[in-house]
């Protein structure tokens, strides 16, 4: 079975503080992405990265960078966190992208920013 | 990405019932697929639909993606709580452009 996992289930940082999300994937793929979830707004993309050390902006990257130095895994970062990143911060990978290539979530972070 | 519309954003159904959820985008779309999201959990691919016209099932769940491929649906026969949750349909170019979900609830 494919496993993502997240650093942490649940996360308080209080604003301006640097915070790093974790996510690591056990199937050797070569894709992965970080989203946020917000009610009524789906999910989102923020970045996805598609080899080591390569990203890519998503729908929503303002405020956050990525570093992906390791194949199988992928951080995320908020260099100031602000309130208005409250929210769950969900990790994906994939095998492959485009058509056919499904993506796996880990569980998610539900960070709190105050 | 591509911009998809889910509709509705909130479906309450009676248990035994069914219902169906819809997806809309402008453009042509290459492929779909849709998610499920238990409460609590996070989301889990469910199918794929790439051709025009494909129709899909799998148990109580029929999944159709349109002759212009610009919309599909989700339809669930018989519901059951087993059916709660969150439904995403997600265009896919080569990454995936999520809508904002069907929240289904059932009563007992």
């Known amino acids: 079975d494919v496993k993502v996992t997240q650093s942490s289930r649940y996360l308080v940082k209080r604003t301006g503080e640097k915070v790093f999300l974790e996510c690591v994937q056990d199937m050797d793929h070569e894709n992965m992405f970080w989203y946020r979830q917000d009610p009524g707004l789906g999910l989102r993309l923020i970045y996805f990265s598609y080899d080591v050390k390569m990203k890519e902006k998503g729908d929503i990257p303002e405020g956050y960078s990525v570093s992906r130095e390791k194949k199988e895994r992928f951080s995320l970062i908020l260099e100031s966190a602000s309130t208005n990143q409250t929210s769950m911060y969900l990790c994906a990978s994939s095998a492959l992208l485009g058509a056919g290539y499904e993506q796996y979530f880990g569980p998610g972070t539900r960070l709190t920013v105050t | 990405g591509q911009q998809v519309m889910q509709i509705p954003q909130y479906q309450p159904v009676q248990e035994g019932e069914d219902f169906t959820t819809y997806c809309n985008s402008s453009?042509?779309?290459?492929?779909i697929q849709w998610y499920k999201q238990r409460p609590g959990g996070h989301p889990v691919f469910l199918i794929q639909?790439?051709?025009?016209?494909e129709v899909k099932k799998q148990k109580r769940l029929t999944f159709q993606f349109g002759e212009a491929k610009k919309n599909s649906s989700l339809h669930i026969t018989a519901t059951q709580t087993t059916d709660v949750g969150t439904y995403f349909c997600a265009a896919n170019d080569y990454k995936l452009s999520f809508g904002a979900g069907t929240t289904v609830t059932v009563r007992a």
């Open positions: 453009t042509t779309l290459s492929n």
């Open positions: 639909l790439v051709k025009s016209g």
